[in-house]
């Protein structure tokens, strides 16, 4: 079966810091799919990123960064330089379909950057 | 969000009636989802459709029905509403592989 785990439930850090968000899989596929989503305060939800099992180059993109290790079955965000638009809630989620079919939410980690 | 609307925004519900949420986008992707967020939870997948005429169930499909008439449109009905049920529902499409579209969201109470 598949799992999740965001062992961090809310995580609080002053603006300019760096954070890193955890996120740890479990499934028993070769061929799977990972992803990372953003829910700010306002409720929506905005998709951030995914890797496939594959691909374990690590993934930059601005002030987001992204490392995905095999070896220990992890796939953790870490924000460089934090702002305060940045709180929100973060989640990570697995998928064993190519199109996520079959997706597994972590329960999330609550960011909250302060100024 | 452009390209993925849901209505309604709020609704209230007693426990027994029906509804149904829509959600339509405007992008012509075949890959559309439903999922639950109970409070303070991550998602919950309930259907998805991978195009017009084919449904299958998620996670939790149980108090639910779908449809997928068209490309546009993917209606989600709840039959007899159950406060289990009481959640915000959010409706995604596939943008491609290495994306993927929410709509706003619909926050059903049922009391």
């Known amino acids: 079966a598949q799992k999740v785990t965001q062992a961090q439930t809310e995580i609080s850090v002053v603006e300019k810091e760096d954070v890193t968000l955890d996120c740890v899989y479990e499934?028993?596929?070769?061929?799977?799919?990972l992803f990372w989503y953003k829910q700010p305060p306002s409720g929506e939800l905005v998709f951030l990123i995914r890797?496939?099992?594959?691909?374990?180059q690590n993934e930059i993109s601005g002030r987001y960064s992204w490392n995905f290790q095999k070896s220990t079955s992890s796939f953790n965000f870490t924000i460089t330089a934090s702002q305060v638009v940045d709180s929100a809630v973060y989640f990570c989620?697995?998928?064993?379909?190519?199109?996520?079919?079959?997706?597994?939410f972590g329960p999330g980690t609550r960011l909250s950057v302060l100024p | 969000n452009a390209g993925v609307t849901q209505t309604p925004k709020f609704r209230i519900l007693k426990i027994g009636q029906s509804m149904t949420l829509q959600c339509t986008q405007d992008?012509?992707?075949?890959?559309m989802y439903w999922y639950r967020q109970d409070p303070g939870m991550g998602l919950k997948l309930i259907y998805y459709?991978?195009?017009?005429?084919?449904?299958d169930k998620g996670e939790v499909p149980n108090g639910y029905n779908v449809s997928r008439s068209t490309t546009e449109d993917f209606p989600l009905r709840l039959e007899l509403a159950a406060p289990s049920q009481t959640s915000v529902y959010f409706c995604?499409?596939?943008?491609?592989?290495?994306?993927?579209?929410f709509g706003p969201g619909t926050r059903l109470t049922v009391l």
């Open positions: 989620a697995l998928s064993e379909a190519v199109y996520g079919q079959n997706f597994v």
């Open positions: 992008m012509n992707h075949n890959y």
């Open positions: 890797r496939n099992s594959f691909d374990e």
């Open positions: 459709s991978v195009g017009a005429g084919i449904t």
């Open positions: 995604a499409v596939n943008g491609g592989v290495d994306t993927q579209y």
């Open positions: 499934t028993r596929d070769t061929t799977y799919y």
